[in-house]
């Protein structure tokens, strides 16, 4: 009867154990556990935004606004550049006219000077050469005066000594030529005051424009400019690599395209600015200092003539101006060193002049007077015109050449500008569309 019920009960099985359950050993309790399931993937993610669309469209401005950010830096750096330019020209070109007024000026006192020697009426091509160095420096200083305004108040001080120069000048000629012994006092007040009043003048301005010239002739860094095209290159760099490891792409052509142009806008501008200031160094060193120096040489050539002059003007009693003579002589060959055709014609002046100082000391001083006043060839007149004139074509030669660099220059950093605009513009756009491209994907 157990035996017939124990048949007819229904028997319980257990089920099998579920995937993942571990199943108990015999003779243990069934403590049934579960291996946990693997987490699911995790959403896609951009930096600052779990969210990608909203992600892309942040990022998408500030790559924007960082493109616009290197056009604008990189645009004031040239244009820092491209003003340096122009107003170097502009400085030297203001420095060769303040060197030519105070070589023009020291001509017409060295052709004052020796005309003083003849007595009576000064040979005509003298005189007119005399005025015609005046009037030079006349003009100049209007011309310095309209190029540079903040040197009119020294030019106005400059113009006032001129003026009185001339008419203590005049006054020496007019009683040189009625033979009175005051016109040489004359002579010698203005000389002096063309020295002791005049020249710290001229030697101020010079001192001043060297110094605008100099500080535009520097400055150009090329690293300044690359150093922005740089950051952002970077930047679009990594960007590309956040959406490469999203969207299993490894290049976004927007963003590729971008790169490219901001790259070569980049390497555009460094060229520019790095070209700009090599050419500096070189007009520094080269067509710069030769303008410079050669108008420094020909203005003491000038001044040793005069001093030349007021030697034998003092008749056996002026030994002490040939101190002065010394002292221009060596100004003039300290500026032309290395220049062997001024040095040549500087060599024949200084024959000449030592045989009119032979005559002075000898106690012939009408030999003195004589050789001092001969314009033939051989003559001290003679190879001191030539070397007046070889400077002067020099001079305006090398300053043709610093000007045309400089305005070379310009141009170049203008169309780098120009050209960094556009690159930004279209950077901007296709920064834009590889971005829009990607939101479009997720959508």
């Known amino acids: 009867m157990s035996s017939a019920a124990t048949g007819g009960r229904a028997v319980a099985t257990a089920p099998p154990p579920a995937a993942g359950a571990a199943v108990a050993p015999a003779g243990s309790a069934l403590v049934p556990t579960t ?41 004031a750096i040239l244009g820092n550049s491209f003003d340096k330019t122009r107003t170097g020209a502009e400085h030297t070109g203001q420095l060769i006219r303040v060197h030519e007024i105070e070589s023009n000026l020291f001509l017409a006192d060295a052709i004052a000077t020796n005309a003083f020697l003849v007595g009576g009426l000064e040979p005509p091509e003298q005189q007119a050469a005399y005025d015609a160095a005046l009037e030079r420096v006349t003009s100049l200083i209007v011309e310095a005066a309209e190029a540079q305004p903040a040197d009119r108040a020294v030019l106005e001080a400059l113009n006032h000594d001129v003026l009185r120069y001339a008419e203590q000048m005049q006054q020496a000629r007019a009683n040189n030529r009625q033979g009175l012994p005051v016109g040489a006092q004359y002579l010698r007040e203005a000389s002096a005051q063309l020295r002791s009043d005049t020249l710290p003048l001229l ?24 150093l922005p095209g740089l950051v952002l290159l970077l930047l679009l760099g990594w960007f590309n690599q956040q959406l490469a490891a999203i969207f299993h792409r490894r290049l976004n052509l927007g963003l590729v395209g971008a790169a490219v142009l901001v790259a070569a806008a980049t390497i555009g501008a460094g060229v520019v600015i790095g070209s700009l200031g090599s050419d500096a160094r070189g007009l520094r060193e080269g067509a710069f200092a030769t303008a410079t120096s050669l108008s420094s040489a020909r203005t003491a050539a000038g001044d040793a003539r005069s001093h030349e002059s007021l ?8 030994a002490q101006f040939e101190e002065g003579w010394i002292e221009a002589s060596n100004r003039v060959l300290t500026e032309i060193e290395g220049d062997r055709d001024l040095e040549n014609l500087w060599e024949q002046y200084t024959a000449a002049h030592e045989e009119i100082v032979a005559a002075d000391e000898a106690g012939d001083w009408d030999e003195a007077v004589a050789l001092a006043t001969a314009t033939g060839e051989g003559s001290a007149s003679a190879a001191l015109r030539a070397f007046d004139e070889r400077t002067s074509a020099a001079t305006a030669d090398a300053s043709r050449t610093v000007a045309d660099a400089l305005g070379r220059g310009s141009w170049q950093v203008a169309i780098a500008a120009v050209a960094t605009i556009l690159a930004a513009a279209i ?3 296709a920064v834009s569309w590889g971005i829009t491209q990607r939101r479009r994907e997720f959508s």
Not at 51 to 68: E, F, N, S
């Open 35 to 75: 291996v946990p399931a693997p987490p699911a993937a995790a959403a896609p993610r951009l930096p600052l935004s779990a969210d990608v669309p909203t992600a892309l469209a942040r990022w998408q401005a500030v790559l924007a606004i960082a493109v616009v950010a290197w056009a604008v830096l990189t645009a």
């Open 203 to 226: 030697d101020n301005l010079i001192t001043y424009n060297e110094q605008r010239a100099d500080g535009s002739l520097t400055g150009h860094t090329w690293v300044l400019v690359v």
């Open 311 to 318: 030697r034998l003007i003092a008749r056996g009693s002026g």
């Open 427 to 429: 950077a901007t756009v």
